[in-house]
Each structure stands twice: as structure tokens, then as C-alpha cells.
């Protein structure tokens, strides 16, 4: 009986031992199966590779793509800008390409906003004329656009062959100025863009030009200069400018007098790549306070831009205020810039602070 029962034993291992081996082989035999079902399924395709927009046309006072070349070859629209704390908050001067900064009468600054990349409905407060600002609209063949002048200054512009649209005497019909109820004059004269194109073909101007472009950097170019996070410009104890620079936007923030230059109608904040200091002759010739400014000569000059000062000298080139380091051209950032310009007394160096 014992060795019956030992025999049974040794049967039943040697059976299970088989079985073992059985189910083993028909596992290895089912796997390579479970992969080849499995990695059609698996499989990583190559990604398709998005290329990026490219563009053959920028805008030349921006250095930015355009859409299409008969986006670059509208005119120019240069418009006097009030800058007295009863004209402010301005209105669309945040959408301006380049603007110039520059004393009128006291130590009160006007500007002139030149308009290309983005024209906005409605522009303002505008003010009257003075023949430093049309002479730097000239080194852009833009339509000059002013809300009355005095009569020798109406004189020149119409002798220098200047088109321009005036909001006091020639084109004022209503589709082209509007005064607001919220202000008094002459600090709510709006220019009204829709009736710019009709205007200029009445009087028989080009509603397009080729328009040099301004030098640019390269979208990554370097800037080597000394930091300068903060730009302080002032003009009297009482008118000042700053830039602050915002890292995160690329852009420097302005403020006049302490407060923030924003939009009156959407409350956009002007921001600006670059901003461009130049020192100038500047003469009163006149009890009214009326000024001459040398727009020619050169002189010294800062530019700003990511956060950095780079001194420079300006050079007229073409009726264009323009960067010059070490006798070559320097560029623009890409985007928006800010022109100021001050009198040589005191100079630049006392104007002008930063850290």
C-alpha cells in the first residue's frame, strides 16, 4: 500500500509539473500575439509642424507685420494734440505710432501724433499749429491736421504747399471736427477719422504714399546699455514726464505729472518700446510766448528701450529725427515710439534722470 501510495504522488506531481509547463508555453506563445495586436494601435505619429506666419511687408514706423501691402501705403495722418491738464485724458493718442513731445507757449507741452498702424475713430483734443510740429510732419510726407493757428502760420503752411486739414477756417463742416459738451474750448476739438478720406480727395490730396521706414532692431536684437527702469523728464517743477518700464509688455508706461497717461474712452494706458530724448535749440521770439527750435544741428540724446539707456546723438536725416552712436544709425525697438524734446538750457543731463 505504501508504495502504491507513493506512486499515485509521484503521478500526480510528474501531471501537475506538465500542466505547468503547458500553461507556460501557451503564455509565451500568446504574447508576442498581444504585442502585434497592440502596436498598430500604439503607435506615435509625427506631429505636423506648425510653421509661423511670416510676413513680407511691415509698417515702416513700427517695424510690425502688416497685412498686406496696401496696409503700409496709406498717408501718414499727423494731428496736434493738446496737452494742457484740461485736455487730458486724451483721446486715441495711445494708438499712435510715434509721438513728439515738444514745449508750445510756457512750459506746457503739445504734441504731434503720427498715425499709420492703427488709426482710431476719433482723436483729441486738438490744438492749434506751430511751425516746428509741421516741419517734422514733412520728414513723413503726412497730412498735417491742426485746430487754428495764427494768420502768418496759416500763411506758411499754405506757401510750403503743406496739406493739411485745419478744424478752425477750411475744414470744419462737422464730419471732420466735432466739439464735446464735456470740455471748454479750446480743449474739446476732436478730429473725426471717418471723414478723412472724402477730405482729402476734395481737396485733391494723395490719400496714399510709399513712406520711408524708420531703422528697426531685429524683434530679438540686443540692447547694451546701463539700466534704466525709470525715465523722469521734466519741463517745469510742475510738468514732468515719466516712463516706467514694464518688463512683462516690453513697453515703457507713461505718466504726466504723476498720473497715468491713459485713453479717455477706454481707459488703454499709453505704453511705448521706445522713448528717444533729444536736446534742442530753443529761442521766444515773440511776447506771446511763441518759440523757434532747432530741428537741424543735432545734438545729444538718450534712447530707451527694454529697460535700458543707451546714449546717443541725433542727427536730421530727411527732416526725420533720428539715433546715432559712434557714427552709425541705432534702431527702434519694434512698436510704438516717444519723441521728447528739450531745451539745450538747461540741457539734457538736467533734464533727464533714470535708475
Request: charged share 30%.
Amino acid at each position: 500500500m505504501k508504495k502504491l501510495s507513493l506512486g499515485v504522488v509521484f503521478l500526480i506531481f510528474a501531471l501537475l509539473a506538465a500542466c505547468s509547463n503547458q500553461e507556460n508555453s501557451s503564455k509565451q506563445q500568446e504574447e508576442p500575439k498581444e504585442i502585434e495586436t497592440e502596436e498598430p494601435a500604439t503607435e506615435e505619429q509625427p506631429e505636423e509642424k506648425k510653421e509661423e506666419p511670416t510676413y513680407d511687408t511691415v509698417y515702416p514706423l513700427t517695424g510690425e507685420p502688416a497685412e498686406n501691402e496696401a496696409a503700409i501705403e496709406n498717408r501718414v495722418i499727423s494731428v496736434m494734440v493738446n496737452n494742457h491738464s484740461k485736455a487730458r485724458p486724451q483721446t486715441g493718442l495711445y494708438k499712435a505710432d510715434v509721438v513728439y513731445e515738444v514745449l508750445a507757449e510756457g512750459m506746457i507741452t503739445r504734441f504731434l501724433a503720427l498715425f499709420h498702424s492703427d488709426i482710431p475713430d476719433r482723436i483729441g483734443p486738438v490744438r492749434s499749429a506751430r511751425p516746428y510740429y509741421f516741419e517734422i510732419a514733412n520728414g513723413y510726407d503726412a497730412v498735417y491736421v491742426y485746430h487754428g493757428a495764427a494768420n502768418f502760420i496759416n500763411d506758411m503752411i499754405r506757401n510750403d504747399g503743406i496739406n493739411f486739414l485745419d478744424g478752425a477756417h477750411y475744414d470744419n463742416d462737422g464730419k471732420l471736427f466735432k466739439r464735446s459738451n464735456d470740455r471748454r474750448a479750446p480743449h474739446n476739438s476732436y478730429l473725426l477719422t471717418g471723414g478723412i478720406g472724402d477730405r482729402l480727395e476734395s481737396k485733391g490730396y494723395e490719400s496714399t504714399k510709399t513712406i520711408e521706414p524708420l531703422p528697426f532692431k531685429k524683434a530679438d536684437g540686443e540692447v547694451n546699455g546701463e539700466e534704466a527702469a525709470s525715465v523722469k523728464v521734466v519741463y517745469h517743477e510742475r510738468e514732468y514726464v515719466t516712463f516706467t518700464y514694464d518688463e512683462a509688455e516690453g513697453k515703457y508706461l507713461r505718466s504726466s505729472d504723476g498720473q497715468p497717461s491713459v485713453d479717455k474712452e477706454d481707459q488703454s494706458r499709453i505704453g511705448v518700446e521706445n522713448v528717444f530724448v533729444v536736446e534742442t535749440a530753443h529761442q521766444v521770439y515773440d511776447s506771446a510766448g511763441r518759440r523757434k527750435i532747432d530741428l537741424k544741428s543735432g545734438g545729444n540724446g538718450y534712447l530707451f528701450q527694454k529697460g535700458q539707456k543707451i546714449e546717443v546723438t541725433w542727427k536730421n536725416i530727411d527732416g526725420r529725427i533720428l539715433p546715432f552712436k559712434d557714427g552709425e544709425a541705432v534702431g527702434f525697438v519694434p512698436g510704438q515710439t516717444w519723441v521728447n524734446i528739450v531745451p539745450e538750457s538747461p540741457g539734457i543731463k538736467q533734464s533727464v534722470s533714470y535708475n
